[in-house]
């Protein structure tokens, strides 16, 4: 089938495409002995009326993907509050996390502030500490782009073994949205950073307005790079629990770092070492110590379709292997899939060239021929980097570093078409 | 924007728009306020504010972070990462349960009891005796048993260097075995977990 579409290269070849195409289509496909009921009797919709368009102001998705939503494991964490859900990747195609489904981390609850109450302070060493109400920020030259927010911990939990059963569950604390706002350089600019001296040493400590606060110290030469302070993600404000109404998106760098609900930047000559970077975000090797400031979020891809939840329920024949790609060090150049847990490799296609330090959506297009399969995703990115197994990531830094797991995913396709999390040798 | 490329937005930030929310301490001391707090009274304040969640010595509750003990585990399975055996700095914790102690009901701590509350981790953690008593003069005298226990991000020269090279594609490897199965655990919440709407 896939030689037939490209051959359409003329009037000519698409002709002959289309026969080859619908005699195929014969030979593959079960034939109806009954007409179909959906098509030979009027159905209520093709003859009453359906609703106004008064009737949702601001709608939800249908009710048929009422399991397209975020979700919890309550053993992971001690307290709803400080905790994680999940986004739901595994029903999700393209690049773009519907911010209403898009995961939550938080550490003292989502906190409702609004933009009248919103205050951001600049101060430490500037020329003039500052104080930005909403309505400023919004007067600054805005900027677009799309960046994926990776939490520090996504697979973690998977470190010691293949743990839970679900790709929304291994891999999503994850989303990517088109964010507008302020680079913060301008933000620091307006400051004046002249009374900072040499900038190289420099950092930025930035903190939520919410009562965990979320401290993190940002080195200058990121904090003048690409950090955006933004108001709006995928067209619209932030969601409440995204940080409503101003974030910190800070692109390729792990998720605690996009403080939300920002109400401070302040300038200074040395990092705070804050809980958020002491206690948390350190990973800690196999002899017990541990590294600090791994900012970076490596390539990273895996194959959100088939997976656990999302069985191959068709049968054989024709089958898309959908996943997503992405990395904090620029764009994903290339995507590997294997069918037989890394023995033999495809390159997959992507859905579109993909964005810097942004989600990028890839397809293998195949046949089932109704065998298991060890489903196995492999990125690169553009300074040819190689997502790793996990195997190569443990043997550098064992198996209680917590965070910044990105190691190939393995799943075993039965041949019932039944998905679930392996590891493999 | 002028020559410099500014606005004009925004207005000078007050003395006391700034005392009131840049608490932050480093680790050298700087923004500690002058105070103090012994251990006898931080074990009271403990007891009232904080054991609840964290145990009268405080060796954790339930799910709850244990802040004592744990020395020496951090090569261990299973590491019990305290503000004792694992944290870099005492800073971080006065600032820390300043800024963001009791859970619920943050920044209601004032300094002399954030002082008691960080000597009587201390002592929980057998790292200084009953009579001890902490204060912004000797704060940064104090030494951490895992301060040197920290790198800087090393990733660029230990992994980057050596997987960043043309991948196998073809007969990579000779077998495949599974070795470890997700559904043996079988902790994925049931039906695909409890939705969080």
């Known amino acids: 089938m896939d030689d037939i579409f490209k051959s359409r290269t003329s009037r000519r070849a698409f002709l002959r495409g289309s026969a080859a195409a619908v005699a195929g289509s014969v030979a593959g496909t079960a034939a109806a002995s009954e007409p179909d009921p959906l ?3 009027l159905q209520d919709w093709a003859s009453y009326t359906g609703v106004g368009v008064d009737e949702t102001p601001y709608g939800l998705p249908i009710r048929f993907e009422a399991d397209v939503v975020r979700r919890n494991v309550e053993w992971l ?21 519907p911010q209403g489904c898009a995961f939550e981390r938080h550490h003292s609850g989502a906190i409702e502030l609004s933009k009248e109450d919103y205050r951001l302070m600049i101060n430490g060493l500037v020329d003039q500490p500052l104080v930005f109400t909403y309505e400023d920020l919004e007067r600054f030259p805005r900027e677009n782009h799309v960046y994926f927010c990776e939490c520090a911990a996504n697979t973690g939990m998977e470190w010691a073994g293949a743990q839970l059963n679900g790709v929304q569950f291994t891999h999503g604390m994850i989303h990517n949205m088109e964010y507008t706002g302020v680079p913060l ?3 620091l600019n307006e400051a004046g950073l002249n009374a900072a001296g040499e900038l190289s040493d420099k ?47 800070v692109p390729g760098w792990e998720g605690n770092m996009w403080v939300k609900w920002i109400r401070r930047i302040e300038v200074v000559d040395a990092a705070v070492e804050s809980r958020e970077e002491t206690s948390k975000y350190t990973d800690v090797y196999e002899d017990g110590t541990a590294r600090k400031w791994t900012w970076v979020m490596d390539a990273k891809s895996v194959v959100t379709s088939p997976s656990p939840q999302k069985p191959i329920t068709h049968g054989k024949g024709p089958l898309v292997i959908s996943g997503l790609a992405w990395s904090g060090h620029g764009r994903i150049t290339r995507v590997d899939v294997s069918k037989d847990g890394g023995i033999n490799w495809e390159t997959a296609r992507l859905g579109k060239q993909g964005d810097t330090k942004a989600l990028t959506r890839f397809y293998l297009d195949t046949e089932w021929d109704g065998s298991p399969m060890l489903l196995q995703s492999r990125a690169m990115d553009e300074t040819g980097y190689v997502q790793p197994t996990k195997d190569q990531l443990r043997e550098q830094r064992g198996e209680n ?19 679930e999390n392996v590891e493999v040798s | 924007p002028d020559a ?32 103090s707090g012994d251990v006898f009274t931080g074990e009271e304040v403990f007891a009232e504010k904080c ?26 399975k299973d590491p019990v990462k305290t503000v004792g055996s694992y944290w870099p700095h005492l800073s971080t914790a006065w600032d820390y349960i300043h800024r963001s102690m009791p859970f619920g009901e943050a920044g209601t701590l004032t300094a002399d009891e954030t002082y008691a509350i960080v000597a009587y981790i201390l002592y929980s953690n057998d790292l200084v005796d009953d009579e001890f008593e902490l204060s912004h003069e000797n704060f940064t005298a104090f030494e951490m048993h895992n301060k040197n226990g920290f790198v800087v991000d090393d990733r660029s020269e230990l992994e980057y260097a050596q997987w960043r090279k043309e991948p196998c594609m073809e007969n990579c490897k000779d077998s495949v075995e599974i070795t470890m199965r997700a559904t043996f655990l079988d902790v994925t919440p049931e039906g695909g977990g409890d939705s969080v709407m």
């Open chain 2, 4 to 35: 410099d490329g500014r606005y004009g937005l925004g207005r000078a930030a007050l003395v006391d728009e700034i005392a009131a929310w840049d608490v932050d301490v480093l680790p050298d001391g700087r923004g500690l306020p002058e105070g």
């Open chain 1, 39 to 41: 098509i030979t009797e």
């Open chain 1, 203 to 249: 950092w930025v400590y930035v903190e939520g307005a919410d009562a965990s606060s979320n401290g993190r110290s940002i080195p200058m030469e990121k904090a003048l790079d690409d950090v955006l302070v933004a108001f709006k993600a995928n067209g619209e404000a932030l969601r409440m629990e995204h940080g409503y109404p101003v974030r910190l998106v």
């Open chain 1, 401 to 419: 570093s917590v965070y910044h797991n990105n190691c190939i995913q393995t799943w075993y396709v039965n041949a019932e078409g039944i998905a």
């Open chain 2, 51 to 76: 054991a609840s969640c964290h145990g009268d010595f405080a060796e954790g509750v339930d799910n709850w972070p244990v802040l004592a003990g744990g020395f020496d585990t951090l090569g261990d």
């Open chain 1, 77 to 97: 964490t001690a307290s709803p509050i400080s905790s994680i859900n999940f986004t739901p990747i595994h029903a999700l195609d393209g690049t773009i996390t």
């Open chain 1, 185 to 187: 350089r301008t933000l």
